[in-house]
């Protein structure tokens, strides 16, 4: 069997049929029933640069319309809106079955020199002395349902390393501040393009898990239907995904059925690379 990272790889070179038209496929991602949100911004992302050759993307901004099916591929619709001295603008549409599942818009900017400030990265421990998520997960298998066992514990793309972590099935209540580590090695001498895609790509690990945490609820406790909803992205600095990353995530509100998450991605020596921010569903089930 191919390894994760080739998998994910191979979920990013999208085929292009037209002119701004493109097909990426669907199945090979984070969950077997719906296609994982932060794949189809990846792919999105990545139709987007497939017509932007010079220029990097600053920021984009999506909507989540409909879930993906993995068993179908997706079609990658460019808008070329505009292209202008110093910033590109792309507008791209995912469609399956003829309907959309997610608009993004992403924006393309070139190298400018300019005033620069951040903030500190988080004092927190490093990932050396850290377990990762993949053996946490081999720990709690047996707790977790036969029908998802292999699921959760199959080999993902990236090696992640929780700060805190928590009961997988049947987690306490806690903070909603949320750190992890990640890298992908496999990222290594990728060109600045692709890396700017994974990260896309990751940005949507454990962002909603974290307006989850204060609750004591978790994605396979079947409390909660969740989806995301909108998700936003800046990047601000070049890439190595190589490396170790520390993504640290807050939620700062819950209501009304969904809950509001916010990112920062540092690198281990605390450069500010990117900052995220999204909403989901995050709605009780009734068990009556």
């Not at 047996?142 to 993902?156: A, C, D, L, P």
Request: glycine residues 8%.
């Amino acid at each position: 069997m191919p390894e994760a990272a080739d998998v994910l790889l191979n979920l990013l070179n999208l085929e292009e049929l037209d002119r701004n038209l493109f097909r990426g496929v669907g199945s090979g991602g984070e969950t077997p029933t719906r296609i994982y949100g932060g794949q189809v911004i990846a792919q999105a992302l990545m139709a987007a640069y497939l017509t932007v050759p010079d220029r990097l993307c600053h920021s984009l901004h999506a909507y989540f319309i409909r879930p993906g099916d993995p068993s179908k591929p997706v079609i990658y619709v460019v808008d070329p809106a505009r292209d202008g001295g110093s910033f590109t603008t792309r507008r791209v549409t995912a469609m399956q079955n003829g309907k959309q599942i997610l608009n993004l818009a992403a924006s393309f900017h070139i190298n400018e020199a300019g005033w620069e400030h951040q903030h500190d990265i988080p004092q927190v421990p490093g990932p050396e002395k850290l377990v990762s998520r993949e053996d946490l997960h081999k720990k709690f298998a047996s707790e977790v349902s036969e029908k998802i066992r292999v699921e959760f514990t199959r080999e993902r793309p990236f090696e992640i390393r929780d700060i805190d972590p928590r009961h997988p099935v049947d987690p306490e209540k806690a903070s909603d501040i949320n750190h992890m580590w990640v890298r992908m090695k496999a990222a290594k001498n990728a060109s600045p393009q692709l890396q700017h895609v994974l990260m896309a790509y990751v940005s949507d690990y454990g962002l909603l898990g974290s307006a989850l945490r204060p609750h004591g609820l978790s994605f396979l406790k079947g409390e909660a239907m969740t989806a995301s909803l909108d998700h936003a992205m800046w990047f601000h600095a070049p890439v190595q995904f190589d490396a170790w990353h520390l993504y640290t995530m807050d939620s700062p509100f819950a209501g009304g059925g969904r809950g509001f998450n916010r990112g920062s991605i540092f690198t281990e020596d605390g450069r500010l690379v990117a900052s995220v921010a999204q909403e989901g569903l995050m709605r009780p089930i009734s068990r009556t």
